[in-house]
């Protein structure tokens, strides 16, 4: 890798560690790691629901406490980094970005299934006229085609993005896949490419690599790896490797790993690991937020979480559809339940 160019860093441990954790961030956690994160030269700092702003429900999980105060936290404390927002439209409305903007957010990532991304439009609109830096936020971009990618990105670069990603929300791209995928953005658009990776297959930091090769320049990790599934790009690795490359981060790399060590380790509440579960999103193409879900409504019926996920990736399930969890759960529990036709 040559290429003389900066590589943005967003941090996601405040938004996407929301699913690890159950949502059950406190003000006094994200106000410690906001601000060691912006410390270490952080530039973007993700804080919402895990499911994005509004996303506190029965159906996603509830916040112990309120996004909105936890943002506040994480602005009063930083002095460089940008505190971005994520919004799924639907989940989130348009006043959630106005407040989310009034409390100094810079930055609202607008986040659709990969193939509708048409919903984004009045949103990003919206984010641009706040005055704020608008990402289109494409996820399971495993699902899509090449080609229905490129279509959809350059749907979101004409409502105004400045940026889109390629979200591989499932982990289960593969290096050569995301090769073609970043490839083929760069051809057909004219604004910056990100790439957000999920471990579940072991391959974040070697898909973030490609997809830096292939010019991406805006990318995605979370500090000791918390975030849904098996986690993201793991940040304090990815900006060593980043520095063994010869490419800028701007980040500091100790001030990295000590609040890796000292300050997110003890908020896991397991390390994160690529446990069967996880390594079975990335297998089967499932979200990796529905890994503590999967998990309890196996339990509930009394059955292996492996089989609730190859079903739900069998049936194409998307972000949103966190119901179809514990249908198919009941489905397979009564399916053992009765006797076999003769
Ligand atoms: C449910 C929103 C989701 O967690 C966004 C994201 O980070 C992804 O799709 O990977
Ligand atoms: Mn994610």
């Not at 000590?258 to 999103?281: G, H, K, N, W």
Request: aromatic share 4%; with cysteine.
């Amino acid at each position: 890798m040559t290429q003389d160019k900066r590589i943005l860093i967003t941090e996601v441990a405040l938004r996407d560690g929301s699913h690890a954790i159950a949502h059950q961030y406190t003000v006094d956690q994200v106000s410690k790691v906001a601000k060691a994160l912006d410390e270490a030269n952080i530039p973007y700092i993700e804080v919402s629901h895990g499911d994005g702003l509004a996303g506190s429900s029965l159906q996603y999980g509830l916040s112990r406490t309120h996004e909105l105060e936890l943002i506040e936290a994480a602005v009063a404390v930083c002095r460089q980094a940008r505190i971005a927002v994520l919004l799924l439209p639907g989940i989130g409305t348009m006043e959630e970005l106005r407040q989310a903007a009034n409390l100094g957010v810079k930055m609202a990532r607008i986040a659709t299934h990969v193939t509708e991304a048409d919903v984004s439009a009045q949103h990003i609109a919206l984010t641009k006229e706040l005055g704020l830096e608008a990402v289109g936020f494409l996820m399971m971009s495993h699902m899509a085609p090449v080609e229905k990618l490129v279509e959809q990105a350059k749907l979101m670069e004409s409502y105004g993005a400045d940026t889109v990603y390629v979200v591989d929300s499932a982990g289960a791209l593969l290096p050569h896949e995301v090769k073609e995928r970043i490839r083929a953005l760069r051809q057909h658009l004219g604004i910056p490419i990100g790439f957000h990776a999920h471990n579940n297959l072991s391959l974040a930091m070697a898909n973030t690599l490609v997809a830096i090769e292939e010019g991406a320049t805006r990318i995605d990790g979370s500090v000791r790896c918390l975030g849904a599934g098996a986690g993201n790009t793991q940040t304090e690795v990815l900006i060593a490797v980043l520095e063994r490359l010869g490419l800028s981060t701007g980040v500091d790399l100790y001030k990295m790993m000590d609040l890796a060590e000292e300050i997110v380790a003890p908020i896991l509440q397991v390390p994160q690991e690529i446990t069967r579960d996880s390594l079975v999103m990335g297998y089967a193409g499932v979200y990796s937020s529905f890994l503590l879900h999967a998990k309890r409504a196996a339990q509930k019926f009394n059955i292996d979480s492996r089989d609730i996920l190859i079903e739900l990736g069998r049936r194409k399930v998307v972000g949103g559809q966190e119901d179809m969890i514990v249908d198919v759960a009941a489905e397979i529990a009564k399916s053992r339940q009765e006797p076999a036709v003769r």
